[in-house]
């Protein structure tokens, strides 16, 4: 069951008192249509029955995938404490299911919304985070090898209609285009990656990146990868 609250709030234009709906768990067996807002990214929009103004509201939610046995807790907040809290009180939790012997789902940490859509995406498109963060830092290299004008660009998975696909966006966050995503891409990395010593509640571009670091030589064997980094 999903604890819902709600709230009363002043429309930042008109004044109007707002009424925002609050989820503290978001269930993916119990709440299609709440599930499906979050997936299209619009759980956080509220629109005033007023005026019509449209804005965001975030709070912290736990998305709960209990068919991938996944949960994304999404803080709301940058400050490392807060998610330090969090994933403190998820070990706890682990320690008593273990004791009882219920293995628990996995944990993860997010403190972007888009990470939380995104998350959602790849879980419910039957992959794994972990491989597809290290997929993206890969594409990402290569696309900016080739489109030298950019800095720097975001990839972000979309599940799709079927055909699964990552939008390039630059910083701001306009997309500049798709790219197709390639399944047997993925699964070789997957099989490149030592998915059971990766332990870890926070997996995004930086963990992806330590983890190449540390892990490099996993993916030199058998290709010409030209390593350099500049950093
Ligand atoms: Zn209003």
Request: net charge negative; hydrophobic share 35%.
């Amino acid at each position: 069951m999903s604890a819902t609250q709600t709230e009363k709030a002043p429309c930042p234009q008109c004044q109007t008192e707002l009424t925002i709906e609050l989820y503290e768990t978001i269930n993916t067996s119990m709440n299609p249509e709440v599930v499906a807002r979050l997936m299209q990214g619009e759980l956080f929009k509220y629109r005033c029955p007023g005026c019509g103004a449209t804005g965001q509201a975030f709070y912290p939610v736990l998305y709960n995938d209990v068919a991938h046995k996944v949960m994304v807790q999404f803080t709301t907040t940058n400050d490392v404490n807060v998610a330090q809290q969090y994933i403190e009180e998820h070990d706890e939790r682990k320690k008593q299911f273990d004791a009882m012997g219920f293995p628990m789902s996995d944990y993860r940490i997010v403190i972007d919304p888009n990470d939380l859509v995104e998350k959602f995406q790849i879980f419910d498109a039957d992959f794994d985070d972990r491989v597809m963060e290290v997929v993206k830092v890969f594409y990402k290299m290569s696309w900016l090898e080739e489109n030298k004008f950019y800095r720097n660009v975001i990839f972000r998975f979309a599940k799709g209609n079927g055909e699964p696909f990552f939008f390039v966006m630059d910083e701001q966050g306009n997309v500049l285009t798709r790219l197709r995503f390639d399944r047997d891409y993925y699964e070789m990395i997957k099989g490149t990656l030592r998915l059971n010593e990766i332990d870890s509640a926070v997996v995004n571009e930086n963990w992806a990146r330590e983890y190449l670091d540390q892990h490099i030589a996993d993916f030199q064997s058998g290709d010409e990868t030209n390593s350099e980094t500049n950093d």
